[in-house]
């Protein structure tokens, strides 16, 4: 399964869901799989798209879906063990597994050699996890955690997606625009 084509699955059956992205591929497929206010695309902060997620979780009922990667997952191993620790019931984490650190040449990960991040989750005392391969269990498996209480590990073992522009990104307007989806409105005069 190639990344483009479950990041796009993803956005078409996330509703209101909140995204957020893992640094470089995964954030340029989001971006280009179609603008969504909830989207919320991190450059940069390598790690943390899966901590980021989990504060947000914690800080709103609405679900929260974090599209991470294998290499970012490994350097920050500890954002499971926080996840299992809290258990947000709302918060659904999708592994993109290439096996490799993609953005930085396609150097092989501990995933490529033999560090299974499903059971790592499973042993953190996450209970719905997952591993899929194709698109049709990836969409079944979203799916499910959307109508379900978890928290939700999905580890997706992916192909990379091609040549794909890097996307025009301006942190502060979607820090902006991702947060008004969460507040009420102004009133005029108010
Ligand atoms: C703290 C830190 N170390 C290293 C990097 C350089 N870097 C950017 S992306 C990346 C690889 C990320 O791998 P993965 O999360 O598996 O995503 P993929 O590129 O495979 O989609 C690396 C090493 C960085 N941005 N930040
Ligand atoms: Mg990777």
Redesign the pocket.
């Known amino acids: 399964m190639r990344r483009f084509d479950g990041t796009q699955l993803i956005s078409r059956i996330a509703g209101n869901a909140a995204i957020v992205s893992?640094?470089?591929?995964?954030s340029d497929e989001l971006w280009h799989s179609g603008l969504r206010d909830r989207n919320f695309y991190t450059y940069?902060n390598?790690?943390l798209c899966s901590s980021i997620a989990l504060g947000m979780a914690m800080a709103t009922d609405e679900q929260v879906i974090s599209l991470?990667?294998?290499?970012?997952?490994l350097?920050n191993l500890g954002t499971i063990a926080s996840i299992g620790r809290e258990k947000p019931k709302n918060l659904t984490v999708v592994v993109?597994d290439?096996e490799?650190?993609?953005?930085?040449g396609g150097q092989t990960?501990h995933t490529g050699m033999g560090t299974d991040l499903e059971q790592v989750a499973k042993s953190c005392g996450i209970t719905r996890t997952k591993t899929v391969t194709d698109l049709e269990d990836l969409e079944a498996a979203v799916s499910e955690a959307m109508k379900t209480d978890g928290p939700n590990f999905i580890v997706a073992k992916i192909e990379e997606s091609g040549y794909m522009p890097v996307a025009p990104v301006e942190p502060e307007f979607t820090l902006y625009r991702f947060r008004n989806t969460f507040v009420e409105p102004r009133q005029p005069g108010s």
């Open positions: 893992n640094l470089g591929p995964s940069g390598m790690g991470d990667g294998d290499g970012s997952m350097m993109w290439n490799k650190w993609g953005q930085t990960s």
